[in-house]
T-cell receptor, first 113, second 112 residues
């Protein structure tokens, strides 16, 4: 089974802190994604990557950056955390060149205080 | 860009009844429409998908329909069971392009 693992289930950070959310997948997938999930807003794409060291902005990239130094690992970085970044963050990966099934991690609930 | 609208936001049905969730999309180039189920405390998981070259697809108690002309697609769950209770997301994308746009989700509650 494909496994997408996010490093933390829950995080509490202070405003202004630099925050790293880590995601690792074990199926050699080319594509990796970061979404945030908020009630009533669904899943919104922050950034995605289709290859090592390649990245593209999603719909809501402001305040975030990403890093993909290795194929299996995709990191989301909040340069200076703010309270409006309190959310559930979901990482996903897909390997099919026709962009079919995405496999999600269990999510990281981030609270910025 | 693509915009996907999903209705209703919440849905309660009695066990054994059917549930229908509807979505519309805006980009006529979209040709792949997956549905994901998210159980409490877990990430979303693909349950069924449909491509634009077919109008309907079934998998046991779940079916999806697609109307490309009207740009809407629906998820149908028959004989609902308590384990169907979850949040369901529709999505739309262009195959071979990585970006998928999700709807806002429907929280389905199946009452025993």
């Amino acid at each position: 089974d494909v496994k997408v693992t996010q490093s933390s289930r829950y995080l509490v950070k202070r405003t202004g802190e630099k925050v790293f959310l880590e995601c690792v997948q074990d199926m050699d997938h080319e594509n990796m994604f970061w979404y945030r999930q908020d009630p009533g807003l669904g899943l919104r794409l922050i950034y995605f990557s289709y290859d090592v060291k390649m990245k593209e902005k999603g719909d809501i990239p402001e305040g975030y950056s990403v890093s993909r130094e290795k194929k299996e690992r995709f990191s989301l970085i909040l340069e200076s955390a703010s309270t409006n970044q309190t959310s559930m963050y979901l990482c996903a990966s897909s390997g099919d060149p026709l962009n079919t099934e995405a496999f999600f991690g269990q999510g990281t609930r981030l609270t910025v205080v | 860009g693509e915009n996907v609208e999903q209705h209703p936001s919440t849905l309660s049905v009695q066990e054994g009844d059917s549930a229908v969730i509807k979505c519309t999309y805006s980009d006529s180039a979209s040709n792949y429409f997956p549905w994901y189920k998210q159980e409490l405390g877990k990430g979303p998981q693909l349950i069924i998908d449909i491509r634009s070259n077919v109008g309907e697809k079934k998998d046991q108690r779940i079916a999806v329909t697609l109307n490309k002309t009207a740009k809407h697609f629906s998820l149908h769950i028959t004989e609902t069971q308590p384990e169907d209770s979850a949040v369901y997301f529709c999505a739309a994308s262009i195959e071979s392009y990585q970006k998928v746009t999700f709807g806002t989700g429907t929280k389905l509650q199946v009452i025993p």
